[in-house]
């Protein structure tokens, strides 16, 4: 009862301290300055609580300078003074530059380690009022973390005034970890205070109820232990969601850089090594495009990308019709030879690049709707990766309605069932390979805008990929879709739960000796293909 009397008169302190006029929040102001003119911690601490709680506008400057180590005294003048950036003096007291010489006795106030944590929590009362929501709550969840008692009046204050849901309630959190802490609550005020710090769920929950004194009651400790153990466990279920995401992610981008390799490997049988480099191309796209849009229209950055998806796509196609007419077709029937002769092209590809471009990282930017994050209760979501997995979904049913709907989709079906009798049908095969090669290379090159998000653009780009796309095409089935998203994912979300146990080294191995076991069970992988692949 005690305790909940002293809370109120805290609270009416506080409003009081709210609503009074200018001239006594001078004098308040002047009153606790004087504690800054004795050399002495416990001088020092008290003249933080008063200047806090003095509600003059002029007290955050105070706090502030006190924390950069930029305020200073004269024991003689009895003066103290805030020192700007620039080394000018201004009386902390008038916020006016100081007048006539530096003092000869001029020092800094000094801080240590304590002191700089009740600063910090000071501050953080001085902001629970202040107009901008995100100062607000920050400010909160500084004294979440502080969890200094002087604050509690001032939080009770801000929490009367407080509208808006979420700072609400990450001030009631922080209220509940000050209670916790504080010697003068009854018990079941702290275990109250446990279950509402418990809700919270994070680590910083964790930290605080892992903090209590070696003195706190059993009943507290044990209330604590329980919480802690119910956080623990929830963590665990949003680490595995966020895991999963992750793995969303990754299998996005490998699908995205798979996909056009899966067309060309199913329908043709050609391995290029030169794949890759289509993704490389279409990222160097992206960093033209925008490197053009920031010299001549800076407005229109935020659509470089829907410029440069069209772009990279028409450039990569053009270039894999290129190579199919002009290297491939001479090699049909001779895997390996292929293989070599695409591998040496990708290593034409890179230096060309590197000769144009220069061997460094190419600076491409993420527009405004593809910058910053969300969070979905602990799970943390970027809005570049969100829509990078929306923009490979798009991709993969345009695909599917391409190959489903069309005259091309339908001959380039005929062509992987059976070439001999597409052929004597009369499509012309020697067409569909040449437009299927630059198909599987324009979506290449579409992958490499998607990916000039979230990787350096470098000539070595689509080196990082070219395994990973092969493992997914050959683990979902050669020349089927489905089996290539299937495939994508799973070693997405495969890769990410591994990667916390043995690293992100050490994961691949395992994936990549996953495979091959899978392999020896089923050579044509999950999803195989009848028809000519079956022949072949």
Avoid: C
């Avoid at 607000?136 to 973390?145: G, M, T």
């Amino acid at each position: 009862m005690r305790f909940v009397k002293d809370r109120l008169g805290a609270f009416l302190l506080a409003l009081m301290l709210v609503l009074a006029g200018s001239a006594a929040h001078a004098a308040g102001l002047d009153e606790a300055l004087e504690h800054f003119l004795i050399d002495d911690f416990g001088e020092v601490e008290t003249g933080i609580g008063k200047v806090a709680a003095s509600g003059d506008s002029r007290a955050a400057m105070v706090l502030e300078a006190l924390k950069e180590d930029r305020l200073h005294y004269s024991p003689e003048k009895k003066s103290v003074y805030i020192k700007d950036k620039a080394g000018k003096l201004f009386s902390a007291a008038t916020g006016q530059a100081a007048e006539g010489d530096t003092p000869a006795d001029l020092a800094a106030v000094d801080t240590n380690n304590r002191l700089r944590g009740v600063i910090d929590a000071a501050i953080g009362g001085l902001s629970l009022l202040a107009p901008s929501p995100a100062r607000r709550y920050e400010s909160a969840q500084a004294v979440f973390k502080s969890r200094d008692e002087g604050v509690l009046p001032a939080l009770d204050a801000a929490l009367a005034k407080e509208t808006d849901t979420r700072i609400k309630r990450a001030m009631n959190e922080a209220r509940a970890a000050v209670i916790l802490y504080s010697e003068g609550a009854s018990e079941a005020e702290r275990i109250d205070a446990v279950a509402a710090i418990r809700v919270r769920g994070d680590q910083e929950a964790v930290n605080a109820l892992a903090g209590l004194p070696a003195d706190t009651p059993p009943a507290i400790k044990n209330a604590a232990r329980d919480a802690i153990a119910g956080i623990h466990s929830q963590l665990a279920v949003w680490t595995a969601a966020q895991n999963a995401w992750y793995g969303i992610s990754l299998g996005s981008v490998l699908l995205l850089a798979a996909i056009g390799l899966a067309i060309t490997f199913g329908v043709m049988g050609v391995i290029n090594m030169a794949h890759g480099e289509m993704v490389m191309l279409g990222a160097y796209v992206t960093y033209i495009v925008q490197d053009l849009i920031r010299q001549h229209n800076p407005a229109l950055f935020d659509y470089s990308l829907l410029m440069a998806v069209p772009l990279a796509f028409l450039v990569a196609g053009a270039i894999g019709i290129l190579i199919e007419q002009g290297i491939i077709r001479f090699l049909y029937g001779r895997p390996l030879e292929t293989l070599l002769a695409t591998w040496g092209l990708s290593l034409v590809l890179q230096q060309a690049v590197r000769t144009a471009f220069g061997p460094t990282n190419k600076e491409v930017g993420n527009p405004s709707w593809m910058s910053g994050a969300f969070e979905v209760g602990h799970l943390t979501i970027t809005y570049n990766r969100l829509w990078i997995v929306v923009f490979t979904l798009v991709v993969f049913v345009a695909l599917l309605g391409l190959l489903r709907f069309t005259r091309l989709g339908l001959e380039m079906r005929a062509v992987t069932q059976n070439r001999s009798m597409a052929a004597s049908m009369g499509i012309r095969t020697a067409r569909v390979d040449a437009l299927t090669f630059g198909l599987g290379s324009g979506i290449a090159g579409i992958a490499g805008v998607a990916l000039s998000q979230i990787d350096n653009v470098s000539p070595n780009l689509g080196q990082s990929y070219i395994i990973d796309s092969f493992m997914v095409v050959v683990f979902g089935g050669v020349g089927n879709l489905w089996g290539t998203l299937v495939g994508a994912f799973t070693l997405g979300i495969a890769n990410k739960f591994l990667e916390p146990y043995a690293g992100a080294v050490l994961a691949k191995i395992a994936i990549l000796v996953i495979i091959i076991l899978f392999i020896q069970k089923r050579p044509r992988g999950l999803f195989a293909l009848k028809g000519r692949a079956v022949e072949a």
